[in-house]
């Protein structure tokens, strides 16, 4: 079951405006002075098929990302992941900064960054990297950077897009040089199993909960895989298959009215108390007081 029906109250936003199928080969770039829908981003959504940039320049705002609050402080900069439910609250009266909405196809003739950009998304299997507050020279390289994108965006030149393509790709980059995120070569066959891994759990984790079921899939044993998760992402192979597992549940229980029973059963529990149970020892509530929660 996809997440747009399985997540029917959930909105898909582009531009604050619902749309019900996704965009490729896109971008968009706005300053917070220029967003007039910023009241729309108070309501929980997501971007199908879009990451989005946030840099502050000045000022501060709050963000919820799947039911946890973030402070985005001045010379910090976000980078969410498509799909990810977030919302944005509270934020200071000297609010400034850049945000970009880019589709992966937009800058998939990049062969070098997408290398990077693919390694250090599925690196980290959270759904976001936000980076600390950037030091004065990065600071300053970074402001650059967005303000001649927002330049390039608003410019009528034909070339813009391939303008705005070469700048994202330096961006990007430069986010992995600032912050040591090391590219692993394809050679690699830890890290390289590990992405595949995360794939095949972004896919299949409402029909597979057992690390039996990739690591058969991956044609290794789950010894090997547990191993390696443990390697690239400090983390047993079955804990990021709860983590997973129990983030996905949340969704259907702030965002539908499924029963828990059917949400159980939507990802392979047949015994219902199995499945409070696990989400109890992950959430530190059960799946009703947690419902409860956010009512």
């Not at 790709?169 to 040089?177: A, D, R, T």
């Not at 394809?186 to 992405?195: K, R, V």
């Not at 079955?238 to 059917?262: C, P």
Request: proline letters at 2%; charged letters at 25%.
């Amino acid at each position: 079951m996809s997440r747009l029906k399985s997540i029917k109250s959930v909105p898909n936003y582009l531009e604050g405006k619902i749309i019900s199928e996704p965009v490729h080969d896109y971008i968009r770039i706005k300053t917070f002075e220029e967003i007039e829908s910023f009241q729309v981003a108070h309501i929980p959504h997501f971007h199908e098929l879009l990451y989005q940039f946030c840099y502050i320049t000045e000022g501060s705002y709050t963000i919820e990302i799947e039911s946890n609050k973030y402070l985005l402080a001045k010379n910090t900069i976000l980078l969410l992941k498509p799909g990810v439910i977030h919302a944005s609250f509270e934020h200071s009266k000297d609010l400034q900064g850049y945000i970009i909405h880019f589709s992966h196809d937009f800058f998939s003739l990049y062969a070098s960054v997408n290398n990077f950009f693919k390694d250090f998304m599925m690196k980290d299997y959270s759904v976001f990297f936000l980076t600390e507050q950037l030091m004065d020279e990065d600071a300053q390289f970074f402001r650059m950077i967005f303000k001649e994108m927002t330049n390039d965006y608003k410019s009528p030149e034909y070339m813009k897009n391939e303008l705005l393509k070469s700048f994202l790709n330096i961006l990007l980059l430069k986010m992995y040089e600032s912050y040591e995120i090391v590219q692993h070569s394809q050679s690699n066959s830890a890290a390289t199993l590990f992405m595949k891994f995360l794939n095949l759990l972004d896919i299949h984790i409402r029909k597979w909960n057992k690390v039996s079921q990739y690591a058969k899939v991956l044609n290794i044993s789950t010894d090997y895989l547990n191993k390696i998760a443990k390697q690239e992402g400090n983390r047993k192979a079955g804990e990021i298959i709860r983590d997973k597992l129990v983030l996905e549940a949340q969704r259907e229980l702030i965002y539908t009215d499924k029963n828990i029973s059917e949400i159980a059963y939507q990802f392979n529990f047949t015994d219902t108390s199995h499945f409070w149970k696990v989400f109890k020892k992950n959430a530190g509530l059960s799946p009703k007081e947690y419902r409860e929660k956010f009512k």
